[in-house]
């Protein structure tokens, strides 16, 4: 991110007053995020910077269009409920002098400006029940008001995103090619990898269920929901960038995934991973607080399994990646992606261990 004039790059959008700086803000794997300041008249005003991996997003045109739409989309739901705040309530996109939503450098990079929402803050782990009742019933909402957009509108960003059979196949063409010199030493992941191998089987028996395609987010992670400084409130959800067709599923699961462990995904002590049933069952409460109406029977009593297929296919996107020499996830030391996956595999036991619990709490929610 070294050399960019950022002061440059934002005058191509709407936004008045003096540019102060811009610095790297958040904790993203793909995406460059900065936060950005602004003096207006005696004032500082606040702004997020992205600019979209286009490795990973082969184009990036159709997250800003999916972005448009589904965020005019909410807003018009909270007009219709009288919200009051609606800029805190859900991501504003800056236009560019030129009447778009992106502006494309001279390297066909695609960058969007958000404005920031003051006096609100994200975590990396759910560190009280509240938290994890409102960051829920934060994307809950989210869903709820996506509910009755038809999917058909929105753009597939990458293909197979949540599709475990292509990332389980990813994972064996890594081992084949061990094109960094990294399988030996793996061993024991390896052997896990290949131990829950079975939920393929359950995520392949999704398909004979009534689990409609929705507009999903895909990406709920616990500090991709912004909460109020003051009542902890969950305002609004963010990182929209694989908003797409998906399955609620998939939503629910990487919830529980981030929502439920006492660390962050990269914890390297293991002991410490864990899944917290106190906070799983604040979480199912603030989530069903809005869904409990608007899914289908079979969506909820699998929504237990989507946290099954969601870790298990993030610890093998993990430790695909380390195989292959972290060639997608941004890491800080070599072994961070061994380290996730490792992180991964223990919440993944203690899903399995959970899981009858897990689900018995889903059935009398209902
Ligand atoms: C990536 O960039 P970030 O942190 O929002 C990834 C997610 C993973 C997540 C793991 C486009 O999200 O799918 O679950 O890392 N996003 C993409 O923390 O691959
Ligand atoms: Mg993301």
């Not at 081992?175 to 399988?183: E, M, Q, T, Y």
């Amino acid at each position: 991110m070294k050399n960019i004039n950022y002061k440059k790059i934002i005058s191509h959008f709407k936004v008045v007053g003096n540019f102060i700086d811009a610095k790297p803000y958040g904790s993203g794997h793909i995406n460059d995020t900065l936060l950005v300041r602004f003096e207006q008249e005696g004032k500082n005003v606040k702004y997020i910077l992205r600019k979209i991996n286009k490795h990973v997003f082969k184009k990036p045109g159709l997250i800003v269009e999916n972005t448009v739409m589904v965020t005019n989309h909410i807003k018009d739901k909270l007009k219709k409920n009288k919200e009051k705040d609606l800029h805190r309530k859900v991501l504003s996109l800056i236009d560019t002098f030129d009447g778009n939503y992106s502006y494309i450098d001279t390297n066909k990079d695609y960058w969007c400006l958000i404005l920031f929402i003051d006096d609100a803050y994200t975590v990396d782990f759910v560190e009280t029940k509240k938290q994890a009742y409102e960051a829920a019933k934060a994307f809950g909402k989210f869903q709820k008001y996506l509910s009755d957009f038809d999917v058909l509108k929105s753009h597939v960003t990458i293909e197979n995103f949540h599709n475990l059979s292509n990332r389980i196949s990813n994972f064996d063409e890594a081992l084949k090619k061990n094109s960094a010199n990294r399988v030996s030493g793996i061993e024991h992941e390896i052997n896990l990898a290949n131990k829950y191998r079975y939920i393929e089987n359950d995520f392949n028996a999704l398909q004979q269920k009534d689990i409609p395609p929705r507009i999903t987010h895909n990406d709920t992670k616990i500090n991709n929901v912004m909460l109020d400084s003051k009542t902890d409130e969950g305002l609004c959800v963010v990182d929209l960038d694989t908003v797409m067709p998906g399955i609620i599923l998939n939503d629910f699961g990487d919830m529980v995934r981030t929502f439920t462990s006492p660390a962050a995904e990269d914890e390297q002590d293991t002991q410490k991973v864990f899944v917290r049933m106190d906070i799983y069952k604040e979480m199912v409460n603030g989530y069903l607080s809005e869904l409990n109406n608007i899914l289908t029977g079979d969506e909820l009593n699998n929504l237990a399994l989507g946290a099954k297929i969601i870790v298990y296919e993030q610890a093998i996107r993990f430790l695909t990646d380390y195989i292959e020499g972290d060639v997608y996830y941004k890491t800080e030391y070599p072994e961070h992606n061994l380290i996730r996956a490792k992180n991964q595999f223990a919440l993944l036991a203690s899903i399995e261990k959970n899981f009858d619990e897990m689900q018995n709490f889903i059935e009398k929610m209902i």
